[in-house]
């Protein structure tokens, strides 16, 4: 799913954000939250045609540490809220609808139930990745942001026949996560204990009909609220009021989901990827699989199916810097100190303040994907020793 | 003397040999550091060149040679704690002290008036 990616920016291009574009500012989408954030003393950015924080006052670091500690609420508003209504009132009939464009057994998701699914491509490769919720008589999908309007336009085409497709443009969206997640919900609405991990129930908080699942994108136990627009900021200045949560913006959101081993679409997936070689097996049940009752039958099956039986020829995997100097999305992977035998490439890399060093993720070859194997990254000029390394870098903590 | 950048680096000029750092404003700007790299003591750079390098969590920055020099020393200190250039970015974390190869070319920095004038 989406989070916040500067890559590297030198200090001639920073000058540029620190007097920014006034014309690309005035083109950019504001979330329900955005006088919220600015009122908190934000540091705004453009991502994904949104004008995001990207921090607050207490900064990256700080942010990072506090929603591992304790929670913190975060604005995804950004990214998309669709409803996949079938026309025969039918769950079933949206479910096998929607298989026809994920690898991703839907027809088995109990009402309440959410799982991460792909769009895939007839190439195998990654469209968009997703959350998909079977809300009894509907599904309910969070698609990312940059993605959005694609995957709409691509679910129209793939479901119309079937289905009625909505976007909702009149719902916030706010993650709440970190150890303290739950006791600080519990406070607004207590049946939060009784959810597990994935669940999704419809809760009024302080009278506002939302739609709590319990999920996230941080590796931590944690909640995502989706929230009527006229109470967002009512809402989400109640979770802040709580001692114990802090506002996070897009850059602890990012080094949170690369400790947790999490996939940053247009980073570390792309259309130039596929499931099997991004490690993302996991999220294609055995029912989708070859020998399963519903085996294939989505886009890019015989390619995907065929790396199940016979591995792909890259993978995506942990690296773990030697010395502190990060390793960022971007640079080279080589087998040899030297840098003559290239193997892969780093898609996703930088401090991981839990872990307190550098860390990343990339594709390597295969013979060349074992944990432990040492490569080493082209960094200016230099080649720095680092290890594969399982994923994630930080133990996930889902109540499962 | 004391003399400004563009890029936001400080020079602390006596006689021929500079102290060069990065200002509140950059530091601020930046974040919380974790990483720092410096040069070695004895190479050269042009005006302009990529002389250090500095990481926060989400990025790397480059830290540009505000004069043609010699690199005479280096704050080690900075690189076992780099979170001393946030706390105290224009005194204990210099960054390196530089021979420079024309002092006059100094003249043409920006002064402290005019360096704040840019950062407003």
Sequence with gaps: MSAFDAGSVSRREMRQTWRPDLEEISHLKHTPLH?????????????????????????????????RAAAGVFDVSHMGQVVVRPKSGRIEDAALALEKLVPVDVLGLAEGRQRYGLFTNNEGGILDDLMITNRGDHLFLVVNAACKDADFEHLKNGLGDTCDVTMLDDRALVALQGPRAEAVLCELWADVAAMRFMDVAEADLHDVACI?????????????????????????????????????????RDSLRLEAGLCLYGNDIDTGTTPVEAALEWAIQKSRRAGGDRAGGFPGAERILAEFANGAKRRRVGLKPEGRAPVRGGAKVFADAEGNMAVGTVTSGGFGPSVDGPIAMGYVDAAHAGNGTKLFAEVRGKYLPLAVAALPFVKQTYKR | MLKFTEEHEWLKIEGDVATVGITEHAAGQLGDLVFVELPEAGSSFAKGDSAATVESVKAASDVYC????????VNQAIVDDPSLVNSDPQGAAWFFKLKLADPSAANALLDEAAYKELVV
Aim: no cysteine; aromatic share 6%.
């Design chain 1, 35 to 67: 006088a919220l954030h600015l009122s908190l003393g934000a540091r705004m950015v453009p991502f994904a045609g949104y004008d995001m924080p990207v921090q607050y006052p207490d900064g990256v670091l700080k942010e990072h540490l506090h929603t």
């Design chain 1, 212 to 252: 709590i699942s319990r999920s996230g994108y941080t590796g931590e136990d944690g909640f995502e609220i989706s929230i009527p627009v006229d109470s967002a900021v009512d809402v989400t200045q109640r979770l802040l009021e709580h001692p114990d949560v802090m506002p996070i913006g897009l850059g602890a």
């Design chain 2, 66 to 73: 505000p004069l043609d020099g010699e690199i005479i020393e």
